[in-house]
Nanobody, 123 residues
């Protein structure tokens, strides 16, 4: 069983930065990818970005490109989301997820989810 745990959320002023972490535990074999999604109240879960764990390649959604970056430390089984120049519209619960396969961009492709961490950006 794989478990994911996010941390690093909080309250920040517009223009500020936050770094989210997602630590994976459990037995994971083969090719997999880890992604970030976010969900604001009353809205659908939105893809933010994904990292191919084996090769390290990343893809970032257009809505946050140039402001958010994804990275990982394989030895720690931890993925990060660095968020800069935050805007009030970035306010959401941020989830990390793991897909037992290649990089995916839709929630239904993912096999495991963290509990989410709240990010609130004040204007």
């Amino acid at each position: 069983q794989v478990q994911l745990a996010e941390s690093g959320g909080g309250l920040v002023q517009a223009g500020g930065s936050l770094r989210l972490s997602c630590a994976a535990s459990g037995r994971i074999f083969g090719t997999y990818a880890m992604g970030w999604f976010r969900q604001a109240p009353g809205k659908e879960r939105e893809f933010v970005g994904v990292i191919n764990w084996n090769g390290g390649s990343t893809y970032i959604a257009d809505s946050v490109k140039g402001r958010f970056t994804i990275s990982r430390v394989s030895a720690l089984n931890t993925m990060y989301l660095q968020m800069n120049s935050l805007k009030p519209e970035d306010t959401a619960v941020y989830f990390c997820a793991l897909h037992l396969g290649g990089p995916g961009r839709t929630p239904s492709q993912y096999d495991y989810w963290g509990q989410g961490t709240q990010v609130t950006v004040s204007s």
